[in-house]
């Protein structure tokens, strides 16, 4: 039932930053989160996850000291924050939720059903 809108995509040169955004309709306190992105010709690819109150994350390799997840609960707001960009990060990026019991700590696309419509990156 939540609805999903991600923002913040953008052309950069490498070793640049840029923050993301993905806000939901209502309340998302409740909510796993994650940021999943997909390059041309690549499948979709898990590349953080952050717990309903915070914490819990875990990253892909690729992007581990360069990327942070974060939440803003009271605005309803998920952030990533990117540093130090490389051309291999370029790709659509996607934020999704999913309403559990219990955190969900996955970074397989399965394990979430609720989606936005993504968001262009692209480093050169």
């Known amino acids: 039932q939540v609805q999903l809108v991600e923002s913040g995509g953008a052309s950069v040169q490498a070793g640049g930053s840029l923050t993301l955004s993905c806000a939901a309709s209502?309340?998302?306190?409740?909510?796993?989160m994650a940021w999943f992105r997909q390059a041309p010709g690549k499948e979709r690819e898990g590349v953080t996850n952050?717990?309903?109150?915070?914490?819990?994350?875990f990253y892909v390799d690729s992007v581990k000291g360069r990327f942070t997840i974060s939440r803003d609960n009271a605005k309803n707001t998920l952030y990533l924050q990117m540093n130090s960009l490389r051309p291999e990060d370029t790709a659509m990026y996607y934020c999704?939720?999913?309403?559990?019991?219990?955190?969900?700590?996955?970074?397989?696309?399965?394990?979430?059903?609720?989606w936005g419509q993504g968001t262009q990156v692209t480093v050169s």
């Open positions: 999704a939720a999913v309403l559990r019991g219990h955190c969900v700590t996955s970074l397989r696309s399965i394990a979430y059903n609720y």
């Open positions: 209502g309340d998302m306190t409740s909510y796993s």
């Open positions: 952050i717990c309903p109150r915070g914490g819990g994350s």
